[in-house]
């Protein structure tokens, strides 16, 4: 198993470029999220899916898009970055137990600058 | 929504030492919570969780105890070594209905000096 691969490693873009961030696992976990780690500031959730075609949003989720066509996969989408946009994002899933949480394992992130 | 605040910020021990990282949380529904470790450049990973039906778990050189009552739990590293520096992170999670978010506290940067 390849676990949670996220793609690319690093991105620069400039003000205003639009781009999807990729997410994949082969775990056939149900529960997939988005992160972004600044620092000093711990991981911050973006958005989240239970399943396949249900999203919602976290704590942070102005500026950015997701959708869930597959369970194997969760991109994230910005729309139009912004610098305040610049951080390491990371993406993870878990088994979704009814009534239980589960481990969620994190992909080795993205580092993302916009200029 | 959930808040988790973790405390210190930065801690810094002599190799064999223990160390101790607390949080407190402020919503009651609360029923999971984990600790991750994240070394410089790497990933979070899970190195220990509590459910809120148990006050404390433990697994060979780390534990974590929970007071429900208080809102609050701890890490405890007995016996550090330098390969256990990294930023530690703890959270709180609600597993009621269909929501699964966890919230973060902010980190503690944990350095053990040999």
């Known amino acids: 198993n390849a676990g949670v691969t996220q793609t690319p490693k690093f991105q620069v873009l400039k003000t205003g470029q639009s781009m999807t961030l990729q997410c994949a696992q082969d775990?056939?976990?149900?529960?997939m999220s988005w992160y972004r780690q600044d620092p000093g500031m711990g991981l911050r959730l973006i958005h989240y899916s239970v399943g396949a075609g249900i999203t919602d949003q976290g704590e942070v989720p102005n500026g950015y898009n997701v959708s869930r066509s597959t369970t194997e996969d969760f991109p994230l989408r910005l729309l139009s970055a912004a610098p305040s946009q610049t951080s390491v994002y990371f993406c993870?899933?878990?088994?979704?137990?009814?009534?239980?949480?589960?481990?969620?394992?994190f992909g080795p992130g993205t580092r993302l600058t916009v200029l | 929504g959930e808040n988790v605040e973790q405390h210190p910020s930065t801690l810094s021990v002599q190799e064999g030492d223990s160390a101790v990282i607390k949080c407190t949380y402020s919503?009651?529904?609360?029923?999971?919570f984990p600790w991750y470790k994240q070394e410089l450049g790497k990933r979070p990973q899970l190195i220990i969780d509590i459910r809120s039906n148990v006050g404390e778990k433990k697994d060979q050189r780390i534990a974590v105890t929970l007071n429900k009552t208080a809102k609050h739990f701890s890490l405890h590293i007995t016996e550090t070594q330098p390969e256990d520096s990294a930023v530690y992170f703890c959270?709180?999670?609600?597993?009621?209905?269909?929501?699964?978010?966890?919230?973060f506290g902010k980190g503690t940067l944990l350095t053990v000096n040999p």
């Open positions: 959270a709180a999670g609600d597993s009621g209905g269909s929501n699964y978010k966890l919230t």
């Open positions: 993870a899933s878990s088994d979704h137990d009814a009534g239980s949480y589960n481990e969620q394992f």
């Open positions: 919503d009651s529904a609360s029923n999971y």
């Open positions: 775990m056939n976990h149900e529960y």
